[in-house]
């Protein structure tokens, strides 16, 4: 992997632009599922019509907390440097690179590959605390972890 330095506000300000974005597009569905449930006529013929977009609407809902969530969890992850992993932390390994974070998973910024995960996540775990320099092994697939921002 090509040695590249990263602006970590910019990389946090991409992250919570998605989140957003992703936010506004629930909300377009939501409303329009919402108006489309208030215009199927009320008999009985078209009852599973409206369980269906019920059910659609509850989905959706659950996303938006999950959304919701991770705007707020956002919140907590600072731009702060440290040498160690840690919540916030951009760290390279000589396979991906990942922001720990948020569970937003696979996004592109400025032309490269980034995971977004959560603290939580198994990933995240095992390199807690770890450095430049220092190696891992998570589902049999061996890290070395290049750089640290």
């Known amino acids: 992997m090509q040695k590249t330095v990263y602006d970590k506000s910019e990389l ?6 998605s989140i957003s974005g992703k936010v506004k597009t629930l909300e377009f569905y ?3 599922s919402l108006e489309a449930s208030r215009d199927i006529k009320k008999t009985s013929k078209y009852d599973s019509i409206r369980e269906e977009i019920q059910e659609e609407i509850y989905l959706l809902d659950k996303q938006m ?16 440097v440290s040498d160690k992993v840690k919540l916030g932390s951009l760290v390279i390994t000589n396979k991906a690179r ?7 998973g696979e996004f592109f910024f400025e032309g490269d590959r980034f995971y977004a995960i959560s603290p939580e996540s198994p990933m995240a775990q095992t390199m807690m605390g770890m450095q430049a320099g220092d190696s891992f092994i998570l589902n049999r697939i061996g ?7």
């Open 12 to 17: 946090r300000n991409f992250v919570n632009d």
């Open 30 to 32: 939501l409303n329009f």
């Open 65 to 80: 907390v999950s959304l919701k969530n991770m705007q707020r969890e956002m919140r907590r992850v600072l731009n702060s």
């Open 98 to 104: 990942f922001y720990i974070s948020v569970s937003l």
């Open 143 to 149: 890290q070395e972890i290049v750089e640290v921002f």
